[in-house]
C-alpha cells in the first residue's frame, strides 16, 4: 500500500491488518535526506505521483474544490463515482503503458542501492567551504561535455517531470547576459557547481554538483 505522510499515525493499523506499506521518508530535522532515504522516497513518488494528478482532476470540479459541509457526507461517495466515470469516459488516461515502463522501472530500482560517490568527495574534502578553488566557466570548458539528445535526458532524469519544469526553471536562474553562474573547479576539470534557489523559499540556495568522466562522455557517466 503506498501512502502519504499523513498517514503515518495509521502505520502500526496497517502492519497489524497484514498490510505492507511504503511512506516517502521525513527529514526528522535533518537538512537534506541521506542518499538512501531520498532514493526510497523517489521510488514511493514515482509510483503515487498518479494519485495526486487523479485527485488534481477531482478538485477540478465545484463539487470537491473545497471543504465540503457536514451535511454533504452522505453524498460525496455518490459525487465521487459520479466524477470518476466522467473522468473515464471523457478524458485520456493518466497511465499510458509504455515500452519504457519496465526499463525506467529496472533503472531506478539497479539505481537505489548504488552509493553516491560525488556527495561523499564533496564532503571528504571539504568543497562546500573551499570557495577559492572554483572558477566561473567559461565557453571553452566545456568543449568535451556530453550533448545529450532527449532521450539520453528521458534516461538521466528516468522520466520526463523534470524536463517539463526544466523551461520555466531555467529563466529564473539567468544572470543578466542570460547565462547560469557555474563554477569548475581548478584543480579537478570533470567537477562543476551550480548554485540554484530553492523552488519552495526564495531565501534558500542549493549546491548542485555534476561530474562527468571526460575520457567516455556518455550520459551513462554523469553524476
Known amino acids: 500500500m503506498i501512502v502519504d505522510r499523513g498517514f503515518r499515525d495509521c502505520l502500526e493499523l496497517l502492519e497489524e491488518m497484514g498490510l505492507l506499506h511504503k511512506m516517502p521518508q521525513f527529514l526528522n530535522k535533518q537538512k537534506q535526506f541521506s542518499t538512501e532515504d531520498a532514493n526510497e522516497t523517489r521510488l514511493v513518488t514515482k509510483v503515487r505521483w498518479v494519485v495526486e494528478a487523479v485527485n488534481g482532476q477531482l478538485k477540478n470540479w465545484r463539487a470537491l474544490d473545497k471543504v465540503v459541509p457536514n451535511s454533504q457526507i452522505p453524498y460525496i461517495g455518490d459525487y465521487v463515482r459520479i466524477i470518476c466515470a466522467v473522468l473515464n469516459a471523457f ?34 574534502k571539504g568543497w562546500m567551504r573551499k570557495k577559492a578553488i572554483w572558477t566561473k566557466l567559461t565557453d571553452t570548458d566545456l568543449q568535451d561535455f556530453p ?3 532527449w532521450d539520453e535526458l528521458r534516461q538521466l532524469t528516468i522520466g520526463i517531470y523534470q524536463l517539463k519544469q526544466s523551461q520555466s526553471y531555467t529563466q529564473e536562474h539567468l544572470n543578466e547576459e542570460g547565462m547560469y553562474s557555474i563554477y569548475i573547479h581548478r584543480e579537478d576539470d570533470s567537477v562543476l ?13 542549493y549546491n548542485i554538483w555534476i561530474k562527468t568522466e571526460r575520457s567516455n562522455i556518455s550520459h551513462t557517466n554523469i553524476q
Open 193 to 205: 557547481r551550480v548554485q540554484l534557489r530553492s523552488r519552495h523559499t526564495s531565501s534558500k540556495n
Open 91 to 124: 478524458h485520456p488516461a493518466r497511465i499510458k503503458n509504455t515500452e519504457d515502463d519496465e526499463i525506467i522501472a529496472q533503472r531506478m530500482l539497479d539505481l537505489v542501492e548504488r552509493p553516491n560517490y560525488l556527495k561523499q568527495m564533496v564532503e571528504e
Open 147 to 149: 550533448r545529450l539528445t
